[in-house]
């Protein structure tokens, strides 16, 4: 399965004697659990955190150390909600660490800045290095400043992103949406490909409407998209005309739709033809990338997302490294915290195995998005998903997957709002329960 032979019962031996040896100074919980190796994470999100309890659980005799420089989580699926006015601060969506440290993970609160393959060591920004045998990298994404020209950290302020919480909490956004006179303009800029959560732009702009729909009823929605088309598409043009009527205006990356500049102090977003656009509120959401750790250890050979081995998701550039979540290169497996789970299971089964000499089970993965469109109306798509024999891609399994059909009954569309919520208290029970 993958290039690494599982470890013979002395190299275990002499692996175990190296990591009580390397943990003699470590505090009482990295010592208790110590026995048949060191994994180490870097990120604790969708991917980092579930990676974490999943070695905490399969593999005991694994020391775990996770490294976040957050004290807490919040996310970004459900963040939309918000926007809809479904509820009034971030809490409902963050979640501490206390449990999965509670389970025996060594918390690490600090920020990664070098990983050193050859010494299979992490550095981090206060100064601490940390030794692995295994590592697993989720950080997720950076944007890509200045990819739409004018576009940076400052002007973000005036036209927020809202994709990243840790640095921008969508609570920009609500904030500027309540001030809105009714009967103003949000104008949306949709990235291209491939991005986080794929579905993601076209859930929020069905939340503003929400919004909208109750409280500025005159507001227009304008999304300038740099693609021809988008996830779902066919079932959120239907959606919003079913539920909004005309408030939402979808223009394509080849009707001239894709935003090339921004100015903030006019609140003008420009196109590629030269056409501008003037909004009240404006959501920029730019080009992303693997996030700087990933970027700067050579993870991504220079490019914007991690190569990794498709039936173990270890990195191609670097051997015991394994990049999960939204920054590596995996499709057609969309960037979403469903896949940085599922992704978590394997790289945790592959590395557990590997260091305490077992055989992972045969690679198959997961995704289901969902989307909440309105009060009471989800939709979804759900893939499944192999990696080919030698690992260099992955494939759809045949007859597999799907997306909700086209004509359903209100029922069913709230049944599917329901298993989004489901879906939202598992997963992130999973991760920090
Ligand atoms: C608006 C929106 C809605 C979404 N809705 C959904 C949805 O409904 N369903 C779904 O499945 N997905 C959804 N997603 C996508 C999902 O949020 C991401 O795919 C997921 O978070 C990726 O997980 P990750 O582990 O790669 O990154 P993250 O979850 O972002 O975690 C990365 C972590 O790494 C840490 N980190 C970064 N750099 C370092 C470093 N140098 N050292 C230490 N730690 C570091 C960060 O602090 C962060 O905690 C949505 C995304 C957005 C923007």
Known sequence: MTKHTPFSVSRRRALAGA????????PAILRAQATAGRLVIVGGGFG????????????????VTLI??????????????????????????????????????AKVTDTAVEIDSAKKTVRTSGGQTIAYDRLIVSPGIDLKWNAIKGYDEAA??????????????????????????????????????????????YERASMVAEYFKKAKPKS???????????????LFLAAWKQLYGDMIEWVSSNNEGRVVAVDPASMTVETEFGKK???????????QQAAKIARDSGLTGGGDWAAIDTRSFESKAARDVFVIGDANAAPPMPKSGFVA?????????????????????????????????????????????????????????PNSGGIS??????????????YADGWYRSITDYMFG
């Open 220 to 234: 227009k929605i304008l999304i300038l998209d740099s693609k021809d088309g988008f996830s779902k598409q066919p």
């Open 68 to 105: 976040e420089p957050a004290a807490s989580f919040t996310t970004c699926p459900y963040g939309n909600l918000l926007i809809a006015g479904r509820y009034s601060d971030t809490s409902p969506i963050t979640f501490g660490y206390d449990k999965l440290i509670a389970r025996g993970v």
């Open 341 to 397: 789970n599922n992704t978590a299971m394997r790289a945790v089964a592959v590395a557990g195995a590997q260091m305490t000499g077992g055989t992972p089970p045969k690679a198959l993965y997961f995704n289901t998005c969902y989307s909440h469109v309105g009060d009471n109306y989800g939709i979804s798509v759900v893939g499944i998903y192999r990696p080919n024999a030698d690992g260099s891609k992955i494939d759809e399994a």
């Open 48 to 63: 980092g955190a579930s990676a974490a309890r999943a070695a905490r659980e399969r593999f005991p005799a694994v020391a």
């Open 277 to 287: 656009h003037k909004g009240d509120v404006i959501n920029i959401i730019p080009p």
């Open 19 to 26: 990591a009580a040896i390397a943990v003699a100074g470590a």
């Open 405 to 418: 059909a086209r004509e359903a009954t209100a029922d069913i569309r709230a049944g599917e709002a329901t």
């Open 156 to 201: 973000s302020a005036a036209m927020p992103h809202c994709w990243k919480p840790s640095l921008q909490p969508v609570t920009a956004l609500t904030d500027k949406l309540k001030a809105m006179p009714d009967g103003g303009v949000f104008i949306m800029s949709a990235p291209p490909n491939p991005f986080r959560c794929p579905p993601g732009p």
